[in-house]
Nanobody, 123 residues
Framework: QVQLVESGGGLVQAGGSLRLSCVAS????????MGWFRQAPGKEREFVAT????????YYADSVKGRFTISTYNPKNTVYLQMSSLKPEDTAVYYC????????????????WGRGTQVTVSS
């Protein structure tokens, strides 16, 4: 059974940093592209970052480019999202997801999702 479990969310002041972690089980981690998405209240889920299985290339939403970094550590089946210079508009529930096709900016490509971790940025 595939499980993705996020952690690391919390309350932080604007300009601060957080590192989200997502541990995968029940999958051959290196066979998947991984992604982070977020959903703010009243808004649709949106793409944040992805890392491709094929070559570990990374892609980011324009809104987080230069502030967020996605990375993986295969021995621990973990994907990270390092978030810096946080803004109130980054407030959302953050989800990690696994794409058996290797990674994408499209949420419909991802078959497995975690339950999310709340990030709240105060002004």
């Amino acid at each position: 059974q595939v499980q993705l479990v996020e952690s690391g969310g919390g309350l932080v002041q604007a300009g601060g940093s957080l590192r989200l972690s997502c541990v995968a089980s029940g999958v051959t981690f290196s066979s998947y592209g991984m992604g982070w998405f977020r959903q703010a209240p009243g808004k649709e889920r949106e793409f944040v970052a992805t890392i491709l299985r094929s070559n570990a290339a990374t892609y980011y939403a324009d809104s987080v480019k230069g502030r967020f970094t996605i990375s993986t550590y295969n021995p621990k089946n973990t994907v990270y999202l390092q978030m810096s210079s946080l803004k109130p508009e980054d407030t959302a529930v953050y989800y990690c997801a696994a794409d058996p096709q290797g990674g994408s900016t499209r949420p419909d490509r991802f078959d497995y999702w975690g339950r999310g971790t709340q990030v709240t940025v105060s002004s």
